[in-house]
């Protein structure tokens, strides 16, 4: 691992093979810092020896993003026909909202519908 785009890589950890995917990596995941591009390259090891090393790999940690807050309805915008409803993006940093969904209820079940997915 690196932390910087330029210069040399050095061996973070070496987990044990008993040790779960998710045990190492919530240690690696403790050991970095949120918000900082992490530059990775890996190998294997097996009794013959390590495998060729990887492709750099770029990772950033990051921090749970903010839930969007409650949408609102413009009624000088929305008719019998139309609802129009908006919210403001979530401020998350370096992670992009990717988009929104959209339910309906006929208001017959409790049964919800998803009508958009943007």
């Known amino acids: 691992m690196k932390e910087t785009s330029s210069g040399t890589y050095a061996q973070v950890n070496v987990f044990a093979v008993t040790e779960t995917l998710e045990v190492q990596l919530t240690k690696l995941a403790n050991s970095m810092t949120t918000g900082k591009k992490y530059f990775f390259r890996y190998t294997a090891k097996n009794t013959v020896g390590y495998s060729a090393i990887s492709d ?33 993006l979530v401020a998350d940093g370096d992670i992009v909202t990717l988009g929104y969904r959209l339910y309906i209820d006929s208001g017959n079940d409790g049964n919800y519908t998803r009508i958009l997915d943007g």
């Open 56 to 88: 750099e790999s770029v990772f950033a940690l990051a921090a749970y993003p903010a839930a969007p807050s409650a949408p609102s309805k413009d009624d000088s915008k929305s008719s019998l026909t139309s609802i129009y409803v908006s919210w403001p």
